[in-house]
Structure formats: C-alpha cells, structure tokens
C-alpha cells in the first residue's frame, strides 16, 4: 500500500513540475513572439553593419541621398527611413556581435545623431497640409513604438553605459513624436493616427500591454488636452489585454511571462494597476496582483526602485489627481458615484503613498502612487466620456462601439465564420447586439453615468473577447 501510494505521488509531483516547465517555456515563446525584428522596421536586410571597413560607403550614399532630396516631405521620409536603417543595424550588432561593446557604442551614437536630423526635418513640416503629411506622421509614428520596444528588448543585455544610453535615446525618440501634437496637428487627431497605426501593427498576446508600456513615456511629455486623448487609447487596449487574461492558461502564466517580459518594472507596475483597476473578476484580478507584488518585491530588491523612483511616481499621481479634480469641478462635468468614487480612492493612495516615503518605505509608497494614478487615469477617461464633448475620434462613445460592432460582423462574413462553424463568436456577438440594443435605449432616456458605465465596459470587453477569438482562430488556421 505504501509502494503504491508513494508511486502515486511521485506521478503526481512528476505531472506538476512538468506543468511548470511547460508554462515556463510557453511564458518565453509569448514573449519572442512579440520581439520586433528588422522586417518589422522595413528593413528587409540590413547589409554592410558598423565595424566594417567599408561601412563609410553606405553613409556616403545615405548623404547622396538627403542631397538629392529637395521637398520638405520626402527629406523627412528619407531621413526616417534611414533611422529605421540604424535601429535594424543595432539589433544586427547586438545579435551578432553582444561584446562588441566599442562599435555597439558607436552605433548607438550614430542613432542619435540621425535622430537629432530627423526633428530638424520634422520641425520644417510646420504649415504644410495635413494631406502631405499624412502618411509620414503614420510611419513616424510605426517607427517610433517599434524602436522604444527594440531597445526595451536590447538594453538588458549590454553594459551599463549602453544600457544608460538606449534609455537616453528611447526618452529622445519618444520626445521627438510627443512634440507631434502641439506642432502638426491637434490631440483629437494626434489620438486617431495613433489608433489606426496601433491597430495595423501585428497582433500578439501580449501588444496591448506592450503598446501601453510605450505610450506611458508620453504622459510627462505632452499637454494636459493631449493626455486625456491617450487615456482613451490605453483604455481599449487595457480592455482588449483583459480579454486575453479570460483564457485560464494565459492568465495562469501571466506572472512569469511579465516577469520575463524586457521592459522597466516600474512602467510594467503602472500599466498592471490601470489593467487591475478595470478587472472585475475575482480570479484574474489576485493573479495579477500576485504578479504585480512580484515584480514590485524584485524591483525594490535590485534597487530599481528607491527614493527618486517613488518620488517620480508621486508627482505624476498628483498631476493626475489634479487634472481629475479640475474636470469634477467643470461645469460640464458628470454627476456619478461611480467617478466620485474614483477620485476618493485615487486621493486617499496618493495620501499613503506621501505617508510611505516619509517612512523610508520606498515600495509601498511607489506601489501606493502607482494605485493612485490608476484610479485616476479610470476617473478622468469616464469624465471624458461622458462629458459633453465628441471623442472617439469624432465618434461618441455608443458610435464607436456601434462601429466596433459592425466591423466585426464585416470581418465575419469575409472569413465564412458562421453560428454552425463558430458558435461561441456568434453567442458573445449576439450578448454584444443586445447589450448595444439597451445601451442605446438608456442614452435615448438620458439614464445616469453609472448606469451606464458597467453596460461600456462590458459591450467593450465582450467585443474584444471576440477579436480575440477570430484572431486565435486565424493563427490555428495558420500552423495548420
């Protein structure tokens, strides 16, 4: 009996370390996957690299190029393209040659130089039309997620100079497309061209929060009008991200794939409170805070997490909860216990958080700010939401998702997916039909915010549960 039952245990343990490894390598598979590479960055080969002897050929040619190059547009583009060429050229070295530390370097330097070219060549678009610039501020735009995502993924495997200095550079290009909005265009449409470009990107399991990660280095760039605008964005893709988290095996690894994710604890920390804040099942919501507690206790351990960082994190929050407070007091603003609720949660971490850093306890106050512009970030895009103002890009709220809507059902009948073929799509399209059906008939009635409130986020999630499951669907068919 005890041979037996030993053997059983032994089967047992052998099952769940098994469960282990497999988790552990499906984690790093989901994270390669959403790697950018050179094609990534339109470059199709990236040819002869720094270090080689003839590489001053190529930069000879890529002068040519500028000099032949006369309207204010196509000089912008060329220049991009060639950024894009020396981004390709810094994964190329450190692929291929990782301790190669004095030509990595010297790449790096020659990025940034061609990055100080290229917000020359941006600011000489001032007052030229919308319609020539157009398709260069979309590629701007492509360019400059991709390359911020690059250099998360590089900068842990180089030195601390060169880690310092791709931190530098992500900062420099991330300043150069904030200047965007208050140079070339409006925040409403600054806010659409990166909607479109973010949507056309290739789909991953994890580019929601990646996405997320890479806009959080705008907030202490931009305006207060331009902020509110990309809380809207990363609240769809905080939504669609929360959709993922339904599956059990995704939302069971969630802390190891975060955890080997490249990127800064502390922006992932920021990212995982806004995804927390809208999260209502209890299940998902202690898996991600198990996770976040995790990254949060190793940040704080490897210091990078200290006193500045907990700081930083405080003002941010207050800057926040200041914006908050000046729209509750606007006359326009939304009668809701909802949002009310929200300011209240957001001011009393806030108040933790200051109380924390006196204390010396950088973590905590660090985590409690972190909370705190969550809650805010969730109040401020509800006020917008409901205000009287247009948003969705010229769309309220109920047209946008009218249009989500219909889109889907277009997508549908393109892939011959049916209720025979595909039931489970065409059950949650029919909960998002009916649920549209009686959002619609509240706003007729002009019913209260927080009546409608949970009726968005559910039509919401429900509609990216269901682009979710066509785009698993694609990739099966796909392998197949």
């Known amino acids: 009996m005890k041979k037996i039952t030993l053997l059983f245990l032994i089967s047992v343990l052998g099952t769940l370390f098994t469960g282990v490894v497999f988790a552990q390598e499906d984690a790093a598979q989901i994270v390669k996957n959403q790697e950018v590479t050179v094609d990534d960055l339109g470059v199709s080969n990236p040819g002869i690299l720094p270090g080689n002897p003839f590489y001053f050929l190529k930069e000879w040619s890529r002068e040519v190029k500028k000099n032949l190059t006369f309207d204010a547009v196509k000089k912008a583009e060329v220049q ?34 061609g990055l100080d070219s290229l917000r020359n060549k941006i600011g000489s678009l001032k007052g030229i039309s919308a319609d020539n610039t157009n398709a260069f501020l979309n590629d701007l735009a492509d360019s400059v997620i991709k390359h911020i995502k690059l250099f998360s ?26 200047e965007v909005p208050s140079e070339l265009e409006t925040p409403d449409n600054f806010r659409c061209r990166l909607e479109n470009v973010i949507r056309s990107q290739d789909e991953n399991l994890l580019k929601d929060i990646t996405i997320s990660e890479v806009l959080d280095r705008f907030d202490e760039k931009i305006s207060k009008e331009t902020r509110m605008e990309l809380l809207k964005i990363k609240e769809n893709l905080i939504i ?22 490249p990127g800064n604890a502390v922006r992932k920390i920021k990212i995982l409170d806004e995804i927390r804040e809208g999260v209502s099942v209890n299940d998902i919501k202690t898996k991600l805070n198990l996770a976040r507690q995790d990254i949060l206790d190793n940040a704080v351990e490897t210091k990078e997490i200290r006193a500045a960082e907990a700081q930083k994190m405080i003002d941010s929050a207050s800057v926040l ?14 009668k809701s216990s909802v949002i009310s609720g929200l300011f209240t949660k957001a001011k009393f971490n806030l108040d933790q958080a200051k109380q924390a850093l006196d204390l010396n306890n950088y973590g905590q106050a660090f985590g409690q700010a972190s909370a705190s512009f969550a809650a805010a970030s969730a109040g401020l895009n509800y006020v917008s939401k409901f205000s009287l103002d247009k948003n969705s890009c010229g769309q309220d709220d109920l047209s946008a998702i009218k249009a989500h809507y ?13 209720k025979e073929n595909s039931p489970d799509i065409f059950i949650n399209l029919a909960k998002a039909e009916k649920s549209i059906a009686s959002i619609s008939d509240l706003v007729k009635k002009n019913a209260k915010v927080d009546t409608l409130i949970p009726l968005y986020k559910d039509v ?21």
């Open 460 to 480: 919401k999630l429900t509609l990216a549960q269901i682009d979710n499951d066509i785009n698993e669907l694609l990739d099966s068919k796909k392998s197949d």
């Open 80 to 113: 991009l393209q060639i950024v894009n060429e020396q981004a390709a050229e810094i994964k190329k070295l450190n692929d291929l040659l990782p301790s190669s530390a004095k030509t990595f370097t010297k790449a790096l330097d020659s990025y940034d130089k």
């Open 321 to 334: 909860l200041g914006d908050f407070q000046d729209s509750l007091s606007a006359a326009s603003a939304p």
């Open 406 to 418: 219909d889109g889907i059902t277009l997508k549908l009948k393109d892939l011959q997916l049916n």
């Open 240 to 261: 669609n991200f929360q959709a993922k988290l339904q599956s059990e095996d995704f939302s069971g690894a969630i802390s190891d794939i975060l955890n080997q994710l």
């Open 153 to 178: 993924e590089i900068k842990g495997g180089v030195g601390d100079k060169d880690a310092e200095k791709i931190s530098a550079l992500q900062e420099k290009i991330a300043e150069i497309l904030a």
